[in-house]
């Protein structure tokens, strides 16, 4: 909202010495945020004079273009007092009319320096301008033409253009839609600068004339959508009337642009007060004015232009030709007021704000009345701002109002609110006494009465967003100052700190980190595209998503259920910009919905029971906690101290196992099969017989589908399972001083048994000497014979209380060889 100091200053009386930017902090210590002050003038320097063209000689050029040699008085403004000569390429002016003259030796906006210069064959001494060339517009079309009272050649312009008037431009809350009008900012000026006697001038505080019988007939079929509509009629209209300079400039300093004396009135009036309003061109309408819903089916063609297939939610406007309006929102062509307009019907309405909103967002309207509506506006000065609007077009415009006044409907009235009196004190921790309570909120125009502790405030018209105890305390806080609310420190309570739950994901964080992953986030939205690109089955749970209401990719509508979609777009990116290898993991929620039914909804009045709690919780989706980690490329570099290596699919796992030990967790891998991961190279994770997640190497298809290296490895678990497996105390290792024993076996086996069922046997015979088993070396090859594999383990024995014999670690290999050759049919070579 942009607001002229000058404008702000015909409502409310501040002390002479304010500044604006005084004025701009006051605001915005009351709510209105400042975005920016804007000084026109202060862009420009050197002379700026009105001036009047004495001739003006149109000069047709080579290029195809015409000139208009120009003699023009600006009094003694340029030290001779004789006429001064100027080229001007603009059309829009005439002998005898008054123009703004800038003179050699000025500076304007862009650091445009005028001089005297020959060009076109003549001297120019100076430049006739144009709005755009001041600054004060974008639209460059034509030159400023002042009114023929403007002023006399040589007064400086600077006043006649209103150029010393500041502009300030607020950032207005959506809760603060009486701000969207010069009336509600000067309210709040006057509630800023109360203490030092500003008094405040209601522009809509005006004697309007009652309503008849013989005014414009209206019938209102849906009340509840629109309440009021008051409609008057202007005949004797003068389209060709321009629309005067002054009004022309605010409405330029307010941001929009003048188009028409018809639509400029409405719009000024829009700004003066906050009430929107529409003119129809009377001539056009065809029997009395309804309002009512939109039937399926039916279509408008709105003012600009566009044909809108109408929804039966949506508040319309019509006669007897059909509609002629999405009301509140935009008017449509068939009562456009045009060129040829000379009986005006105004339209002053007060609409139902929340059909406002779903009527523009369902159409992408986005109109100043739309704005405005949508955030709800004072009911209460329709008949002013109809009046108001009548009163310029008869002065501006040569009209004659008809006497008729029609008045459908009435007004809503707000309802009062209960409240503690000390309840802003308590709520803000600010000494608010009871008194100024009161005084604060009769200052932003509440009627209040008091009942010993309690108050009852009933909210001004133009303030729909005061509608609970809450909203009050805000209007006494910001009053008093939120500068001024006390800054304390909560005290923690001892022995607090991280919880358990806390702890294991920081711990995982480390050791993921340790292992050279790099943590991302991204986002927890799925489309069928990705996981089609993962190979993810059709019968796959993981197909079956949350799908959200209001998603912001239509090509991801549902909530993830596996973390791999993100993590793998991340890595195929910094990939692409260059990255040799990435190894990225990320911790996050996913969604299984439990599909029963809809959510119930409670209202707000009182708390919710325990059982419709639990009715509430019982539809939620089960949202457990994933892990996931994507290596891709290169992952050991290489250097002088010898070859590099690209990732594998035992680095998934090898990561998985890491993190297992790090937890104190005993890990279980097994041969599984599962998308995306390739069947050959993908390892189930268990712990306690329960599965966890898998890991291994990705599927081939799924690498080239999203853009990773081939033999980009993955894993991804539930990690809310993994931590709840972590035991309450981890015990501390052993050791011994006792000399370590060392024993390798190789063993035979099928190619189709996993080299973790054969570690698992080895381990389960070997028995308590055991300190540590690594397989070191697979072999296959004609020496082995075709089906089968030669695995090589490295086995370490130690006692705590004695050194081993030959015996003792030969007993303990034996026996592990036994139960390998038991359990995976494994034969020592």
Known sequence: MKAPVSWIKDYVALPGDVTTEQLAARLTALGLKLEAIESPGDQITGPLVVGRVLTREPE??????????????????????????????????????????????AVLPGGFAISARKTYGHVSAGMICSAAELGLSADGEGIIVLPPDAGRPGD???????????????????????????????????????????????PAARATPPADADGYPVVIDDPEGCPLFVARLVEGFDPSAPTPDWMARRLVQAGMRPISLAVDVTNYVMLEIGRPIHAYDADKLTGPIGVRRARAGERLTTLDGTDRALSPEDLVVTD???????????????TEISGTTTRVLVE?????????????????????????????????????????VVELLVTHGGGVAVPGVTVAGSAPQPRPIEMAVDLPARISGMPVPDETTVAHLEAVGCAVSTAGDTLAATPPPWRPDLNDPYDLVEEVAR??????????????GAGRGLTRSQQLRRRVGRTLAGAGCVEVISFPFVGEAALDQLGVPADDPRRH??????????????YTTTLLPGLVKAASRNLG???????????????????????PI????????????????????????????????????????????????????????????????????RAAALAPWHPGRCAELLVGGSSLGHAGELHPNACRATGLPPRSAALELDLDALLAAVPDAVAGPDFSSYPLAKEDVALLVDTSVSVAEVETALRAGAGDLLESIRLFDVYTGEQVGEGRKSLAFALRFRASDRTLTEEDTSAARDAAVAAARERCGAVQR
Not at 157 to 169: P, R, T
Not at 322 to 334: A, C, K, S, T
């Open 545 to 558: 998503t949350v799908r959200l209401a209001n998603p912001l990719s239509s090509e991801e509508p549902g």
């Open 602 to 669: 409670f209202g707000v009045e009182t708390r919710p029971s325990a059982d419709d709690l639990a009715a509430l919780l019982d539809t939620l989706p089960r949202q457990p906690l994933h892990l996931a980690v994507v290596l891709a490329g290169e992952r050991e570099r290489a250097g002088w101290w010898g070859a590099g290596r690209d990732t594998a699919w035992s680095d998934a796992v090898g990561v998985a196992r890491r993190l297992a030990t790090e937890l104190g967790v005993d890990l279980e891998v």
């Open 60 to 105: 047709p050029q080579k290029n195809g273009k015409t000139i208009n040699w120009c003699t023009v008085d600006v009094g003694d403004a340029n030290g001779t007092g004789e006429p001064q000569g100027i080229v001007c390429g603009a059309h829009n002016f005439d002998a005898g009319d008054l123009v703004v003259v800038v003179l050699p030796g």
């Open 577 to 599: 910009r260059g990255a040799p290898g990435v190894a990225l993991f990320e911790t996050g929620t996913v969604a299984f919905p439990v599909d029963r039914g809809p959510a």
């Open 348 to 388: 002053s309405a007060h609409w139902d704000a929340t059909s406002m909103f779903r009527t523009g967002k369902r159409h992408k309207i986005g109109s100043e009345a739309g704005k405005r509506n949508e955030r709800g506006v004072d009911p209460t000065v329709c008949e002013a701002a109809a009046d108001r």
């Open 320 to 334: 007897d030709s059909g509609i002629i309006g999405l009301g509140g929102v935009m008017g449509g062509e068939p």
């Open 479 to 492: 009053i008093v100052g939120y500068d001024q609310v006390p800054s304390v420190l909560p005290t923690p």
């Open 156 to 202: 400086d312009a600077f006043e006649v253009l209103g150029l010393h008037d500041d502009v300030i431009e607020f950032e207005i809350n959506p809760d603060r839609a009486y701000a969207l009008s010069l009336r509600g900012v000067a309210r709040e000026a006057a509630l800023a600068y109360r203490e030092e006697g500003a008094t405040f001038t209601d």
